[in-house]
């Protein structure tokens, strides 16, 4: 069954205010990702891989084409709509330290999605109780807790990241080159510590990276990228 379904998806961006010119970042993509599948996406850079992972949590509006997610068009939902969706879809972002608010401690900032979702709902040592859970999941403990982003290393900051994606219990995930900032040991990690997320937890994720030798090890099929297009998508 599939959860993420594309059909002729476009994103143009225009510049100029009297001779106007068309950037076709995206022009006419079509696919469909299977509920608990991992979809990588492979290309160079700047074929539009990005701006693709943003369409689909509908970060950014496209010119034309349509989104399901769950079997409901997200191109056609307004803001308040979009936003009780929106704990469902998650995204990774390449740099974790930009995902994490520097002024907050770690415990804090893995706590935020309660903190906005369960206003008044839970009890502070509930809380820390289930910040305590997710962090023990990925690998992290309570030495942590109370440090900030700039004291942890790369790999540390991508697994609170991850963290405070599982607070929401997300259905949808798109890995937007998530290790490409790490070193090769530290990649490793974060890779088999996905692996075992998205097995436990039942995820379904948009891989996106350059790297082929990733994508061959991540994902259950490939979809191979070229100047706002696809142009293959063969099994993993």
């Known amino acids: 069954m599939c959860l993420i379904e594309v059909s002729d998806l476009c994103k ?3 510049s100029g205010l009297i001779n106007k010119q068309y950037a076709k970042v ?3 993509v079509s696919f469909n990702i299977e509920r608990g599948e ?7 850079s700047g074929c539009g891989k990005t701006t693709l992972g943003r369409l689909l949590l509908r970060l950014i509006e496209p010119t034309s084409g349509r989104i399901f997610f769950d079997g409901i068009d997200i191109t056609k939902l307004d803001r308040t709509e979009m936003r009780k969706l929106r704990p ?4 990774i972002f ?3 330290e930009s995902s994490l608010n520097p002024r907050m401690r770690i415990g804090e900032s893995i706590a935020e999605p309660f903190r906005l979702g369960l206003r008044g709902k839970i009890s502070r040592s ?3 109780e289930r910040v305590l859970e997710l962090m023990d999941v990925v690998g992290l403990n309570s030495e942590h807790l109370n440090r900030f982003p700039y004291q942890l290393s790369g790999g540390q900051n ?5 963290a405070r994606i599982l607070a929401v219990n997300p259905e949808f995930i798109v890995a937007d080159e998530p290790t490409a900032s790490l070193d090769v040991s530290m990649q490793a990690q974060i890779l088999r510590l996905m692996m075992g997320l998205k097995s436990e937890f039942g995820l379904t994720m948009l891989f996106i990276s350059h790297d082929m030798e990733v994508i061959g090890h991540m994902s259950d099929r490939i979809a191979v990228m070229e100047k706002g ?3 293959n998508i063969v099994s993993g």
């Open 12 to 14: 143009h961006y225009v």
């Open 158 to 162: 991508q697994r609170v990241v991850l």
């Open 38 to 44: 991992t979809l990588g996406l492979v290309g160079e």
């Open 26 to 28: 995206l022009d006419g």
């Open 88 to 91: 469902r879809m998650q995204m």
């Open 94 to 96: 390449q740099d974790p």
């Open 126 to 128: 509930e809380m820390r």
């Open 229 to 231: 297009g696809l142009i």
